[in-house]
């Protein structure tokens, strides 16, 4: 693997220095987005708008992950990342700075949204994929995405707290979430002198080989642009199931979100602490669990086998949420669960590395990963405005319920996705013993 051009040779200081700050470019090209996430009422009242039309923002930021993903992903994985990864830190704080400067229009958030998705969706996301999946060697890809949702993770919890500071700063309200926007937007200018600084150039002899590559393993050796290659990888049962792994957990993630305004609508915590609880919920939990989970699905030498221990967890704290919580409950009791909950969330993670589980060739990370987003983050698209729209029209526990019996649903469905992959993996370990190709590519 390390004489492959599909790997990245590079010293443990600078693999380090390049973790932390793709953690950090990462981290802040999805903050503005979902604002939501931390700030649901205070964002709400800033837009004037109902909890469904916020919502909805994200739903059409959603749609990125059909439209742009598979395109930014046939992108990365035939031209210079770095640019590409530099390009989207910089819209990200492009379109910030649009959105605050006029951000009672409506119309005008959505366009900022789209060009939003453009910036992480497009450029950022599989590219992160492709360069994290090149730094490490194939036999530590479990450990590879634990570490860098942990540098997310630190990140996330770094720039949210400034965020916040400089949201009470501000005196909270409008002012305050104006406030949180421009801290965000400088620290996306820092951000992108040090993705120029730390992350490596691939070589000329690099691209070609991989591009070359690509094309080489495609389904059709005729399949040289974006449209083709996008409809080959997704010819793949394995792409699909790939793409369930990223569904099952981001749902459980879009879920467990929610919880923010439980803890004030229902439990009656002040926004504030809720503010902070939904801060080390997501953040904390995320330095915590993703390390975990990786080493665990590492030493397991199977990601899959770790989303088993995740979705089994996800089960059993979903079904107490759902029959086990009442009135008499101890809101400091639920408040353990609900970080359990998120512990477990992270500690799946790691979904990422379940792309070399599935036999899926290097050269095609990128493309797989842009293409997998169309059901993977399809929770975007529907489940926030499936959600605030139960909110908007039913009793709070009511709403809450279905959202509890919606992701046992999924989470199920993602313990059988996860132990068909087990199963692949032993095929495909047999097929190689006999010295033949994966199921990939075919008979």
Excluded at 139 to 150: K, L
Excluded at 409 to 421: C, S
Aim: aromatic share 14%; with cysteine; glycine share 8%.
């Amino acid at each position: 693997m390390e004489n492959n051009v599909n790997y990245i040779k590079m010293s443990k200081i600078r693999l380090v220095l390049a973790m932390l700050i793709m953690g950090a470019g990462w981290a802040i090209v999805y903050l503005v987005p979902y604002l939501q996430y931390t700030w649901y009422e205070p964002f709400r009242d800033f837009l004037g708008t109902s909890g469904t039309k916020m919502s909805l923002l994200l739903s059409i930021y959603g749609l990125g992950n059909i439209f742009l993903a598979p395109i930014g992903g046939w992108i990365a994985d035939r031209f210079n990342y770095k640019t590409i990864y530099f390009v989207s830190i910089v819209l990200n704080a492009v379109f910030a700075v649009g959105f605050v400067m006029n951000p009672h229009s409506y119309v005008w958030c959505v366009l900022m949204w789209i060009g939003f998705a453009v910036a992480s969706l497009m450029f950022n996301f599989p590219t992160q994929i492709k360069i994290v999946r090149m730094m490490w060697p194939e036999n530590a890809q479990g450990r590879a995405f634990g570490w860098n949702e942990t540098c997310i993770g630190i990140f996330n919890l770094v720039e949210s707290s400034l965020m916040m500071i400089a949201f009470q700063a501000a005196g909270e309200g409008e002012l305050g979430i104006k406030a949180t926007v421009w801290a965000n937007i400088a620290m996306s200018v820092v951000i992108a002198i040090g993705v120029l600084l730390v992350i490596p150039n691939p070589t000329k002899e690099m691209l070609a080989a991989s591009r070359a590559e690509a094309i080489a393993k495609s389904k059709d050796k005729k399949e040289k642009n974006v449209v083709q290659e996008v409809i080959s990888v997704l010819t793949h049962k394995e792409t699909w199931m790939f793409a369930f792994c990223i569904f099952g957990v981001y749902s459980f993630m879009t879920t467990l979100t929610y919880f923010t305004p439980y803890f004030s609508d229902v439990l009656g915590i002040p926004i504030v602490i809720a503010g902070w609880a939904a801060i080390f919920r997501q953040y904390g939990c995320q330095m915590i669990g993703a390390p975990i989970g990786g080493e665990i699905a590492t030493r397991l030498k199977s990601p899959a086998k770790n989303l088993v221990i995740v979705y089994v967890l996800a089960i059993a704290g979903l079904l107490y949420m759902l029959f086990g919580a009442n009135e008499n409950s101890s809101v400091g009791f639920i408040v353990f669960i609900v970080v359990g909950l998120s512990f477990a969330c992270y500690a799946g993670r790691n979904y990422y590395a379940t792309i070399e589980e599935c036999g899926i060739p290097a050269s095609v990370t990128a493309t797989t990963t842009g293409a997998a987003a169309i059901l993977g983050f399809s929770p975007d698209i529907f489940q926030f405005t499936m959600f605030s729209n139960w909110l908007d029209t039913l009793p709070a526990v009511q709403a809450y319920n279905r959202m509890f019996w919606f992701q046992l649903v999924v989470v199920v469905l993602g313990l059988i996705d996860a132990i068909l992959i087990i199963r692949l993996k032993k095929r495909n370990e047999q097929r190689l013993a006999e010295g033949k190709e994966v199921e990939y590519f075919g008979k």
